[in-house]
C-alpha cells in the first residue's frame, strides 16, 4: 500500500477521545472492509451480550454468578440497590481506613506509624495491584508496598529477609476470595511465622481481604485482625483491580482511586456505544478478530515504550488468556480458542526479541503502547535537537513502520500521560475488548474451568503424597517404588510417586533412599 493510501487509511480508522486524551491505531491491522461489514450481525450481538452482561445476567452458569466489575466504577449500575450500596460502603471503608493509617490513628502496637505493606495474593489478587503500583506509585509513597505472590519458599524468605527489621511497623493484606486458596493460605501461614518468630502479635496487623462467611473473615475475626474488606462474587480475579483487590493496596500507596475509577467509568461509557467505528474496545476485538481469523492464530505482542508500564504485559497475559483460553464454545463445540499474549517494553525489546518479530516467524501481532509525556520538566537534549524522550517516541515509530513493511502487523495505543485515570481507562478497555471478543467467537469469557482442573490435580497430588508417607511410617524395612504403589493402589502414578520421593529427600524430610536415582526402579524408600 502506497504512503498516500497509508495515510488515508490512517485517518479513516483512527479513533480519539479528546476527554481521555486517548487514541487507537488499528490501520496497521490489514483487515479488509468486506470482513468489516460482513462482522455488524456478530458485533451487534456482541454489543447486546455486554448490555446484558452489565444488566446482571448469569454470565457464569458454573458458578451462578453475575459478572459485574463495570459497576465497581458506576455503582448506580448496580442491579439491585443492595449491591449498590455494597459497593459505595466498600468504597467509603477503603478511603476512611486508608487515611486512618496514613494519619497514624491506626498503628501497630507500640510503634507510631505502619511503614509497609505486605500483599500475599496471588493471579488477579496480585497482578493488577503489582501492575498498578508499578505506573503510579510516588516515588515518596506513603507505604512501601511488598508482594508474596508465589508458594516459593526460597522468594517467601528472601522478602521475609528484607522486612526482618520493619515487620513491626507491616501492614499484612491477605487477599483470597474463599480463603483456601493454597498458595495465598501457604503465604499467609509463613508471614505469621515470621512475626511470631519476633513475639509479634500478627493479628494486630493483617487485614482481610475476602468473601463473605469465608474461612479468612472468620480466622480474621476469631483472631482479631485489624479490619476485613469483602472480596464480591460476582467479580473475578482478573477483573478485580477496581475492587477491594486492587483499591486497597493502592490507596495505602497514595495512589488517587477516585481518579482510576473515574478513568475506568470513561472509557466504560465510550465502549458502550453499539457502533464499530466510534468503539473503542470494538475495534481492538475487530482487529484480533482479523489477524487471527477468530481462531487466535497469532500472539499478542504487548510493548508499552513506558519503564511504569512495564507490567502491563503480564496483567494483559492473565486477563487475555485466562478469559479467552477456552477448549469449547457456548454450543458444547471444541474449539481451542485463546490468544497467547507476551512482551516486555520498548525499547529495551528492540535490543531482544524484536529482531524475530522483524524477520522471524510472522505469528504475533504487536500492540505499542505510546505515552506522549516524557518527563516531568524539561529534557536536556542527547545529541543536536533531540532528547531521550525524542529517541523512545523515535524507536516505536521506527519499529512500527520495520514490521509493517515485513509484512507483519499492529496497533497502536497512545495517551497523553501515565495517571490513575489513564490507567484506569486501559484497564477498563481491555476488559471489554475481551468481552467482546469472546462473544464474536462464542465463548464464556467469565469461567475458567481449566484453573480449576490445575488446582484439583494439584490437590490430589499432595493427596497422595501423605498416604505415601503414611506407607513408609507403616512400615519397617525399606520398599521399592512399585511396592509403594501398590500399597497405596496407585500403581498407574508411579512417576508422580518417584517425584515425590525425590522432593521430599531433596528437603530433608525423613526419607532415605537407597539406589540410583537415574535409574528409578533401583530405588529402595524408607524413613
Known amino acids: 500500500m502506497e504512503n498516500a493510501q497509508l495515510w488515508q487509511r ?15 491505531d488499528i490501520s496497521r491491522m490489514r483487515f479488509s472492509d468486506q470482513l468489516v461489514e460482513e462482522m455488524q450481525p456478530q458485533f ?22 453475575m459478572v459485574g466489575h463495570y459497576w465497581l466504577r458506576n ?36 510503634e507510631t506509624r505502619f511503614t509497609d505493606v505486605i500483599s500475599v495474593g496471588i493471579g488477579g489478587s496480585a497482578l493488577g495491584p503489582q501492575f498498578v503500583s508499578q505506573a503510579l506509585a510516588p516515588l515518596e509513597a506513603t507505604l512501601n508496598l511488598h508482594f508474596i505472590d508465589n508458594t516459593d519458599p526460597a522468594g517467601i524468605d528472601h522478602l521475609l529477609d528484607q522486612m526482618r527489621d520493619r515487620l513491626a511497623t507491616t501492614l499484612v493484606l491477605v487477599i483470597s476470595k474463599s480463603g483456601g486458596t493454597p498458595e495465598t493460605r501457604n503465604g499467609m501461614v509463613e508471614v505469621k511465622a515470621a512475626y511470631q518468630a ?8 493483617a487485614v482481610a481481604i475476602t468473601g463473605k462467611g469465608s474461612k479468612l473473615e472468620q480466622m480474621a475475626t476469631t483472631e482479631g485482625w485489624i479490619t476485613t474488606f469483602p472480596m464480591h462474587d460476582w467479580v473475578g480475579g482478573r477483573t478485580s483491580e477496581m475492587s477491594a483487590v486492587g483499591l486497597v493496596p493502592a490507596a495505602l500507596q497514595g495512589i488517587d482511586i477516585d481518579a482510576m475509577l473515574e478513568g475506568a467509568k470513561a472509557m466504560d461509557t465510550l465502549t458502550r456505544k453499539p457502533e464499530l467505528k466510534t468503539n473503542p474496545a470494538a475495534l481492538l476485538s475487530l482487529a484480533w478478530y482479523a ?28 486477563l487475555v488468556m485466562e478469559s479467552l483460553g477456552k477448549e469449547k464454545d457456548l454450543d458444547g463445540n471444541t474449539v481451542y480458542q485463546g490468544i497467547a ?46 532528547t ?54 462464542n465463548i464464556n469469557a467469565y469461567h475458567q474451568p481449566g484453573v480449576e482442573a490445575g488446582k ?36 498407574e502414578k508411579v512417576e508422580v510417586i518417584y517425584k515425590i520421593i525425590r522432593h521430599l529427600h531433596s528437603n530433608g524430610r525423613g526419607v532415605k533412599v537407597e539406589g540410583n536415582w537415574g535409574q528409578p526402579s533401583s530405588l529402595k524408600v524408607s524413613v
Not at 497502536?412 to 467482546?436: F, K, N, Q, S
Not at 511396592?483 to 493402589?489: H, M, P, S, T, Y
Request: without cysteine.
Open 456 to 491: 484439583k490435580a494439584a490437590a490430589s497430588v499432595l493427596d497422595l503424597q501423605r498416604d505415601v508417607v503414611a506407607v513408609l511410617q507403616a512400615e519397617s524395612g525399606s520398599l521399592s517404588l512399585s511396592e509403594i504403589a501398590e500399597k497405596v493402589n496407585a500403581e
Open 75 to 110: 455503582p448506580d449500575l448496580a442491579p439491585n440497590a443492595e449491591l449498590k450500596a455494597e459497593i459505595t460502603e466498600t468504597l467509603e471503608k477503603i478511603k476512611t481506613f486508608s487515611a486512618q493509617v496514613h494519619s497514624g490513628y491506626i498503628h501497630p502496637p507500640q
Open 341 to 386: 499474549v507476551y512482551g516486555n517494553k520498548g525499547s529495551t525489546d528492540q535490543h531482544a526479541y524484536v529482531q524475530q518479530l522483524r524477520e522471524g516467524v510472522p505469528n504475533f501481532f504487536a500492540t505499542f503502547i505510546e505515552v506522549l509525556k516524557d518527563r516531568e520538566g524539561t529534557s536536556p537534549e542527547v545529541e543536536a535537537g533531540a
Open 388 to 441: 531521550a524522550g525524542d529517541f523512545l517516541s523515535g524507536l516505536l515509530q521506527g519499529t512500527r513502520l520495520a514490521l509493517y513493511e515485513n509484512h507483519r502487523d499492529s496497533i497502536t495505543i497512545t495517551v497523553d500521560e501515565v495517571t490513575p485515570r489513564t490507567i484506569g481507562a486501559l484497564i477498563a478497555l481491555y476488559e471489554r475488548a475481551v468481552g467482546l471478543y469472546a462473544s464474536l467467537v
Open 10 to 24: 490512517y485517518q479513516d480508522w483512527l479513533y480519539y477521545d479528546p476527554d481521555l486524551n486517548f487514541y487507537l
Open 198 to 205: 519476633q513475639n509479634l502479635d500478627f493479628g494486630s496487623h
Open 291 to 318: 489477524v487471527g481469523n477468530g481462531k487466535g492464530e497469532k500472539d499478542m505482542v504487548v510493548l508499552p515504550y513506558k519503564d511504569s508500564l512495564s507490567l502491563f504485559s503480564r496483567y494483559l497475559q492473565q
Open 44 to 65: 451487534q450481538k456482541a454489543f447486546q451480550d455486554l448490555a446484558d452482561l452489565e444488566a446482571g445476567a448469569i454470565a457464569n452458569p458454573d458458578e451462578d454468578r
